[in-house]
């Protein structure tokens, strides 16, 4: 079976207009083919985080010649009618075509369609996958079969009750492009069409539908009929900064070993990290306000915040990332302004874009961080002094400490907890949350050396339904 998301009005334009196409054109185009390359514009968005999720979509045409060998005659229909093509193909920037679904659409409700179209079908599996996401999947069993094995016909979503609840979204052009990354995963999860995968080169996390789900949806979701909790360690690659820090201050490359780091790590940058002149004090005040305080509260103490009408802090980021620069600039504006719930939860987000950045990055908090801490600064340095990409090997350690260790040891003690990941976090349902966090805490300990603080992810809500009103218990 496959089913995909569409949107209603484009549904019914879209019927009404290939039946005149057909009724004079031959060869006709058929519904199905129509109505799955227009549901891409609403599934391949939600593959990507949502910071980097836009209404553009980048289409491969070896991709589409694989669902349907005369795509062209279809992309010139559904350009006429449904579709603008905002930039061409060129091979010598490496870029596919780029297209916007007409801006009339944009704001619609969708509802699930399902393929009948015999030809279109066998290019899927029983699942509605195709057969680079069944690549994809197989990947993920060979390399964390630990993690993927709870995918199941156990895992479960309130599906009616979570589309209920995103369904107001689509109310504003803020939060539209957050509807329909809902809506899909929310069909995706409702049929249980798993998807995984592993990208080594990037952050080397598992990915997954779980991955891709919003706080929103979670709480709706369930294994064996148990809500799902998350067990989250906190200020996670600061935490593996500071297992660094500390093999540094030790001259430990065995610990270094142990977390994998050696991994990307040669002995040449080895020995720059241990004849960097420190200040051992100003390393040990830093581990210790990440592994005893709250760092991202100390921190926030040293910036000044700004903070919007409503009360809610914001900052003026660039508008331009790499995977954007097909965009000509002339039709957006330099900076944009990014809003947060607290202030915490800004400057995490500062905190990560430093890590991320080159080390004489241009951004105000940085120079204060460089400031305060001119020790770790030099650290931040010598990685990229040696073409190291920091952020890349924080996310390694992350991945392997996680998912590769901690999450392998935790199923062989007990294989039928069930147990996946989202990103710094190990989940399973309620009914195992005091083991998983006492098992957490065993293991990190364990490979690092260090204490983890562990955070509970209760995503479910207690609700007590009277009348029309909603009260939270």
Not at 60 to 69: I, Y
Not at 116 to 143: A, E, M, V, Y
Not at 433 to 440: F, G, N, R, W
Request: charged fraction near 30%.
């Amino acid at each position: 079976m496959k089913t995909v998301i569409i949107q209603k009005q484009l549904l019914n334009d879209l019927r009404t207009a290939a039946k005149e196409y057909n009724c004079v054109t031959k060869p006709k185009l058929n519904l199905d083919v129509l109505v799955f390359f227009l549901s891409l514009f609403n599934s391949i968005p939600s593959q990507y985080r949502e910071e980097e999720q836009t209404d553009y979509v980048s289409l491969d045409s070896q991709l589409l010649k694989q669902h349907h060998g005369k795509y062209n005659q279809y992309f010139e229909f559904l350009k006429e009618h449904f579709i603008d093509k905002v930039s061409n193909y060129g091979a010598d920037i490496k870029r596919c075509s780029i297209f916007i679904m007409k801006n009339k659409y944009l704001n619609d409700e969708v509802e699930t369609y399902k393929i009948t179209n015999k030809l279109l079908l066998k290019k899927f599996d029983h699942q509605g996958l195709t057969s680079l996401q069944k690549d994809k999947n197989q990947c993920c069993i060979k390399t964390r079969p630990h993690l993927v094995k709870f995918f199941d016909d156990k895992l479960t979503i309130d599906s009616k009750a979570a589309y209920n609840e995103i369904k107001p979204f689509i109310n504003s052009e803020a939060t539209r492009r957050k509807y329909l990354t809902s809506a899909t995963l929310i069909k995706e999860l409702h049929n249980q069409e798993w998807k995984y995968s592993i990208k080594p080169k990037s952050d080397n996390r598992l990915h997954s539908n779980l991955t891709r789900s919003s706080k929103l949806l979670r709480k709706y979701i369930k294994y064996d009929g148990k809500p799902i909790i998350g067990v989250d360690l906190k200020t996670s690659q600061p935490f593996f900064l500071c297992v660094i820090i500390k093999a540094i201050l030790k001259r430990d490359k065995g610990l270094l070993e142990q977390i994998k780091a050696t991994d990307i790590l040669n002995d040449s940058v080895i020995e720059s990290l241990f004849n960097l002149e420190l200040n051992r004090r100003e390393l040990i005040s830093f581990a210790q306000s990440i592994l005893n305080k709250d760092f991202y509260t100390e921190f926030q103490h040293k910036l000044n915040i700004d903070f919007d009408e409503d009360g809610k802090p914001f900052r003026m980021v660039s508008n331009y990332t790499r995977k954007k620069k097909y965009r000509s600039r002339s039709k957006q504006e330099p900076k944009r302004k990014v809003i947060f719930e607290t202030p915490r939860e800004l400057v995490k987000a500062v905190v990560m874009e430093i890590f991320y950045s080159k080390p004489r990055t241009t951004i105000k908090e940085a120079k204060i961080f460089r400031e305060t801490y001119p020790s770790v600064s030099r650290i931040f340095k010598c990685f990229d002094d040696h073409d190291v990409k920091f952020s890349y090997l924080l996310q390694y350690i992350e991945a392997y400490v996680l998912l590769d260790y901690t999450a392998k040891k935790i199923n062989q003690s007990h294989p039928n907890m069930p147990l996946f990941s989202i990103h710094d976090a190990l989940v399973t349902n309620e009914d195992w949350q005091h083991i998983l966090e006492v098992e957490m805490s065993k293991h990190i300990k364990y490979i690092t050396t260090l204490q983890p603080n562990l955070d509970i992810e209760d995503w479910k809500e207690s609700l007590d339904i009277l009348g029309n009103k909603r009260i939270v218990i």
